[in-house]
């Protein structure tokens, strides 16, 4: 009878069945003799002894190979997330450098704007101050009438809220005129 241990230790070593001399199906030995088994192993050979050493265990191929499919998979999946991830990082940094530059854009037009609001308020200030010249100013040439009417003239532009627009600094500002 085949012993079941011998050809899977002899498969370790990388020896392969090449013939075998009965059916599987008889089990009444062919006639002649016992049951053979024929294995081949490229270094084992009767006359060649010195390559004997040479047959060694066969190194197991399928789970490392299965664990290095494993491990090249995972890989390429973190690969593929981690490109997942920077795409839409970049497309959020392109997004929100677009909103940034759009809300300088406003700012800047917001600035030129308020700068246009304060001359035309400057302006408007002159002109309500020589409007309030001209109503003050004196009708008459005496010259008792001239003091009274400068001296109300001084009071009512030092009472007044009148502003000037100081650019003096980086930005425009509306600056209340201090009493004189």
């Not at 060649?48 to 197991?60: G, I």
């Not at 800047?108 to 010249?133: G, M, P, S, T």
Request: hydrophobic share 30%.
């Amino acid at each position: 009878m085949r012993s079941v241990a011998v050809p899977p230790q002899l498969n370790k070593y990388d020896f392969w069945e090449i013939k075998i001399t009965f059916t599987p199906t008889s089990t009444v030995p062919p006639s002649g003799g016992s049951l053979q088994w024929e294995f081949h192993h490229p270094y084992f050979r009767a006359d060649t002894m010195f390559e004997v050493d040479n047959v060694k265990q066969k190194k197991l191929t399928s789970s490392t190979t299965d664990t290095s499919k494993i491990n090249e998979t995972c890989t390429t999946k973190v690969v593929e997330r981690t490109e997942d991830i920077l795409n839409c990082l970049m497309t959020h940094q392109i997004q929100t450098s677009s909103a940034l530059n759009k809300l300088v854009e406003e700012s800047a037009n917001l600035c030129i704007e308020l700068d246009q609001a304060y001359i035309q308020l400057n302006r408007q200030q002159i002109r309500i101050d020589l409007l309030l010249n001209q109503s003050i100013s004196p009708k008459e040439d005496s010259s008792k009438d001239k003091t009274t009417h400068s001296n109300n003239k001084s009071q009512v532009m030092s009472e007044s809220n009148t502003y000037y627009l100081n650019n003096s600094t980086s930005s425009s500002t509306l600056v209340a005129k201090t009493k004189e």
